[in-house]
């Protein structure tokens, strides 16, 4: 096992830190989300679909075209759809 001297053990210790701090900061964040969820549902907002939109936005459009375009197949494919006219 390598032993740490000087610098590099302060080193060590500030990365350690950061790191928690950081934690810290996402564990607040991930707070503020669910209050901001929680407060579309006392809107009346569906949040599943709100999670939905956030997620989609995130994608690229071609990306987010090729996964509407293999979920209609499937959809189509098990007969989820209305039927067009023939």
């Known amino acids: ?4 001297e000087g610098s590099s053990k302060e080193h060590l210790r500030a990365i350690i830190e950061r790191v928690e701090r950081l934690e810290e900061e996402k564990k607040a964040i991930a707070d503020d989300i669910r209050e901001v969820f929680a407060e579309a549902k006392t809107m009346g907002f569906d949040v599943k679909a709100v999670r939905s939109i956030v997620r989609m936005r995130k994608q ?13 197949t499937y959809m189509a494919a ?5 039927q067009e006219d023939e």
Do not use: I, T
């Open 60 to 72: 690229e459009p071609h990306v987010r075209e090729e996964e509407e375009a293999v979920l209609s």
């Open 1 to 4: 096992m390598k032993d740490f």
């Open 78 to 82: 098990l007969g989820m759809l209305p």
